[in-house]
C-alpha cells in the first residue's frame, strides 16, 4: 500500500526542448506526494465537491530534484534522471513555506532511496564475490566415480 505524504496546490509548468521556444503557461495542479510516486492532478469542474482530474505521475526513482530555479524563491525543479531527454517540470508553490517543506519532503525520500539502492549494490555485489572462483583455483565438476565407489552399494 502507497504511504501518503502531502498535498498541496502548484502552479505548474512543463517545460521541453523545442523549437518553438514558447514559453508554457502555469497551470494551477493538486500534487500528491507518495513514498514511490508524485502525482499530478487539475481541479475538477465540479464546484460542489472536491474532485480531481488525473494528469500525469512519476515514479520518485526516476526523478532529480533543483531545489532553486532563478530568483523565485517559491519555485523548484523537477526533472527525469533516466532519461535524455529535457524534459523538465516547474512547480511553483503559494508560499516559501510550503516550497521548503516539500523540497526537504522529496530531498528526503531521494536520500533514503539512494541509501537502499547503495545497500542493495553493495549486498549484490558481496554474493557475486562469493560466487566468483579465487584466482588460480581451479574447481573441476565432472568428477567421476573411482572403481570403488562403483562397487560399493
Known sequence: MATFLNKAHFFYRKNSVSLRRKKAKKKP???????????????GANSSSPSFEYKASMKMSDIGLTETVGDNLCKFL???????SK??????????GVKAEWV??????????ATRLRERLASQR??????????????KTDVKPTRRQ????
Open 150 to 153: 562403483k562397487s560399493e552399494p
Open 104 to 113: 526537504h519532503e522529496i530531498r528526503s525520500l531521494l536520500e533514503v532511496q
Open 29 to 43: 495542479r493538486r500534487v500528491f506526494l507518495f513514498e514511490q510516486t508524485i502525482l499530478f492532478s487539475k481541479p
Open 126 to 139: 558481496s554474493v557475486d564475490s562469493l560466487a566468483t572462483p579465487t584466482p588460480g583455483v581451479v574447481i
Open 87 to 96: 524534459n523538465t517540470i516547474i512547480l511553483e508553490a503559494k508560499s516559501e
Open 78 to 84: 523537477i526533472w527525469y534522471r533516466k532519461q535524455k
